[in-house]
């Protein structure tokens, strides 16, 4: 007969495992460079924060385009593998990006699941910056693959 402690254990660790799961993306040594922060993640939404510093800025002391697109990347690719519990990843296999104006200071990106078709999930992303104005959008299409073994 199982025990109540026993299956308590069980929970705990499948918990244990599920938050591993949902905080892959901190293991990128890149995304944590950039600072990368997941304020949520969940049914299809994700948003996620970048605190703007100097070295990712450009020489009219902007966030770079190159992390303002890689924090859509993210927070799209956040906002699909938040649909299958982080059991999956997902690679980007389209990418496209509207920059409206200069991002200065902590940016937040918000990303939205809109379909998932054969495969393949369509998803859209928005950045503002730190007066709230829009920075950039984008939208993306990914395909889910399993995750790598645990090193």
């Known amino acids: 007969m199982t025990s109540v402690r026993h299956v308590e254990e069980d929970a705990s660790d499948l918990e244990a495992l599920a938050e591993a799961r949902r905080n892959a993306y901190a293991r990128v040594a890149f995304t ?13 939404r994700a948003r996620l924060t970048l605190e703007g510093r100097p070295e990712l800025e450009n020489v009219i002391h902007a966030i770079h385009g190159g992390v303002v697109l890689t924090l859509m990347d993210v927070v799209m690719a956040s906002a699909a593998v938040s649909l ?3 059991q999956k990843t997902a690679v980007t296999l389209n990418l496209s990006s509207s920059f409206v104006r200069p991002g200065r200071g902590r940016l937040v990106a918000d990303g939205d699941v809109l379909q998932t078709l ?4 369509l998803c859209q992303a928005e950045v503002r910056d730190a007066t709230d104005e829009v920075v950039a959008r984008g939208m993306g299409s990914f395909r889910y693959l399993p995750l790598p073994e645990a090193t």
């Not at 944590?32 to 299809?44: E, F, I, N, P, T």
């Open 32 to 44: 944590r460079w950039l600072g990368v922060q997941r304020a949520y993640s969940k049914d299809g």
């Open 84 to 86: 299958v519990d982080f």
């Open 118 to 121: 054969d495969g393949v999930i």
